[in-house]
C-alpha cells in the first residue's frame, strides 16, 4: 500500500546542506585587480561574515527589498529563478515592469508583474536585479525611470545585479561597469569595451555588483545574490533543499532503463499544466527549454482561471488554455511541473488524470518532477513497474524508490526528476529524447548549461 501524502504544512523542510557550496566557474573578487587566493579569501570571509553579523542583528526587523525588473522580451527564468530564490531566503520581492503590467517576455511566455517601474520613484530597495533577453535588455535600457533608480540606488553602494545581456546592454550603456570585473551572455562580452574587466565566468562578483552569464547560470547568480544580502550560512540553507548539480557547467546526464525511442509525426506537441502552487522554475524551465528546441509547447492551467499563482515568487504565470481543452487535444508528452500544492491540484483534477492514463495506455511520452511522481504519478498507477525519482524528502511516497538518488530518470515512455535544481537537465533530457543528443547539447550549449 502507497504511503499516505502528508499536507504541505507538515512536510518537514530536508535540512540545509551541510558542505561548502561555492559553484565552479565562480569568479570573486572584493577589489578590482585583488588577488583571488589568499589575502582576497580572507577578505571576502570576513565581508561575508559581517553581513551575516549585520543580517541577525536585524532579525525582527523589515525583510529586505529586493526589485527584479522586467520587460517585453525578457528572458523569463532569469527574472524567475532570482525572485523565487531571493523570496526562499526570505527577502521581500517585487517584480516590476518598465512596460504594460501583462509581460509578454521572451519564448511567448506571458505573467502579470507586480507592478511598474514608473511608480516606485522614491522606493528604497536593498538589490536591485535585471534579468536579460536581447530584446528585454533593450527594452530596460531604455526605461529612463529605470536608468535613474539603479544609479541612485548604486550611489549609495548597494547591492546590484546583472545577468545574460543586461549587464552588456544596459549596465554597460549606462557608465555602471566602468573599471568593474564583469561577465555577460559570452557572445557579448565583446560589448564591454575598455572600460570594463571582461571576465569569461559563470558569476562574477566585484563589491556590490553580481553579475552572470544567462538561463544556465540563473540558479548559481540567485544563490549568489542570498550570499551577498545574508551571508555564507543562508546561501547553504536555501540551496540544500533546490538539489542544486554538484559541478556546474558540465555534461547532463540521464539513467535510462527499457531505452525506446520517442516517436512523434512532425513538430513534438508537449502539454505542461500548472497550478496554484506549481514551482515556477520547474514550468519555466519546461517551457522554455522546449520552446527553444522548437516543440509546440501549451500550458494548460488546472484553475478556475488561465492565471495561476507559482509557489514561491508567486509569478502569475498566464496559461495558453484550460485544461479542459487540452483535454480534447492530443500531445506527443505530457510532463508536470512540482510543488507540493501544485501536484495535490494535479492528482485531483479529472482531466488531467485521464489525459495522462490515456497517454500512458497509448504508450507515449509524459513525465514529471519534485513532488509530482509521488502526489500524482504513483496514486493513479502511472508508476506501476517504473523506474523514478522524486523530491528527496517525498521520495517515501513511491514504492520503488531504487532509482531515487538519480538527477533524471527515464524508463520507456516515463521521464521524471528530483527539483528546481535539476530542472534544467530535465528539460534537456527531455529534448534529447525528442529531438536527438545533438539538438539537446546545442540548446545547453545556448543556456550555457555546459
Known amino acids: 500500500m502507497a504511503a499516505v501524502a502528508p499536507a504541505p504544512e ?49 532579525v525582527g526587523s523589515e525583510p529586505k527589498r529586493v526589485l527584479v525588473a522586467v520587460a517585453a ?72 525611470e529605470l536608468e535613474k533608480m539603479v544609479k541612485k540606488h548604486v550611489q549609495k553602494g548597494r547591492l546590484y545585479g546583472a545577468i545574460g545581456a543586461a549587464p552588456a546592454v544596459a549596465l554597460a550603456n549606462w557608465g555602471m561597469l566602468k573599471g568593474f570585473k564583469a561577465t555577460c551572455y559570452p557572445p557579448l562580452l ?59 557547467g558540465i555534461d547532463y546526464t ?52 488561465l492565471q495561476i499563482v507559482t509557489r514561491h515568487h508567486k509569478f502569475n504565470l498566464i496559461a495558453d488554455v484550460m485544461m479542459e481543452q487540452a483535454a480534447e487535444m492530443e500531445f506527443d508528452l505530457i510532463v508536470m511541473p512540482g510543488g507540493i500544492p501544485g501536484a495535490m491540484k494535479f492528482t485531483s483534477t479529472e482531466e488531467l488524470v485521464a489525459l495522462l492514463k490515456k497517454q500512458a495506455e497509448a504508450g507515449k511520452p509524459y513525465g514529471a518532477i519534485c513532488a509530482s511522481p509521488g502526489y500524482v504519478l504513483e496514486p493513479h498507477g502511472l508508476l506501476k513497474g517504473k523506474k523514478a525519482t522524486s523530491f528527496p524528502p517525498v521520495a517515501y511516497l513511491l514504492r520503488d524508490q531504487s532509482a531515487c538518488e538519480y538527477r533524471v530518470v527515464v524508463d520507456g515512455n516515463l521521464i521524471t526528476s528530483k527539483a528546481p535544481g535539476s530542472a534544467t537537465e530535465f528539460a534537456l533530457a527531455i529534448v ?19
Not at 539538438?439 to 550555457?448: D, G, P, T, Y
Open 10 to 58: 507538515d512536510l518537514a523542510v530536508e535540512a540545509a546542506c551541510k558542505v561548502k557550496l561555492v559553484p565552479a566557474g565562480v569568479e570573486r573578487d572584493e577589489q578590482q585587480g585583488g588577488c583571488c587566493c589568499c589575502a582576497s579569501s580572507l577578505a571576502r570571509r570576513a565581508v561575508s561574515w559581517g553581513r551575516q553579523l549585520l543580517s541577525r542583528a536585524v
Open 73 to 144: 522580451g525578457t528572458e523569463p527564468l532569469e527574472a524567475a529563478a532570482p525572485a523565487d530564490i531571493l523570496e526562499r531566503a526570505g527577502a521581500s520581492v517585487t517584480v516590476a515592469t518598465v512596460g504594460d503590467i501583462v509581460v509578454e517576455a521572451a519564448h511567448g511566455v506571458r505573467f502579470v508583474a507586480d507592478g511598474r517601474v514608473a511608480d516606485l520613484e522614491g522606493e528604497e530597495f536593498d538589490l536591485i536585479v535585471l534579468p536579460g533577453g536581447m530584446v528585454g535588455s533593450v527594452n530596460l535600457r531604455d526605461c529612463k
Open 190 to 248: 565583446g560589448r564591454f569595451g575598455n572600460e570594463v574587466i571582461a571576465v569569461d565566468s559563470r558569476v562574477v562578483t566585484d563589491r556590490n555588483l553580481v553579475t552572470s552569464q544567462g538561463l544556465g547560470t540563473a540558479i548559481e547568480f540567485a544563490l549568489t545574490l542570498v550570499e551577498q544580502l545574508y551571508g555564507e550560512d543562508k546561501m547553504e540553507e536555501v540551496a540544500g533543499p533546490l538539489y542544486v548539480r554538484p559541478q556546474q
Open 254 to 305: 540521464i539513467k535510462e532503463y527499457n531505452q525506446i525511442q520517442w516517436k512523434c509525426a512532425g513538430t513534438p506537441k508537449v502539454l505542461v499544466p500548472v497550478a496554484n502552487g506549481s514551482e515556477e522554475m520547474e514550468a519555466l524551465n519546461l517551457i522554455d527549454v522546449l520552446r527553444r528546441a522548437g516543440a509546440h509547447v501549451t500550458i494548460g492551467s488546472v484553475e478556475d482561471t
Open 432 to 450: 534529447d529524447k525528442l529531438f536527438g543528443r545533438e539538438k539537446a547539447v546545442s540548446v545547453a550549449k545556448e543556456l550555457v548549461f555546459m
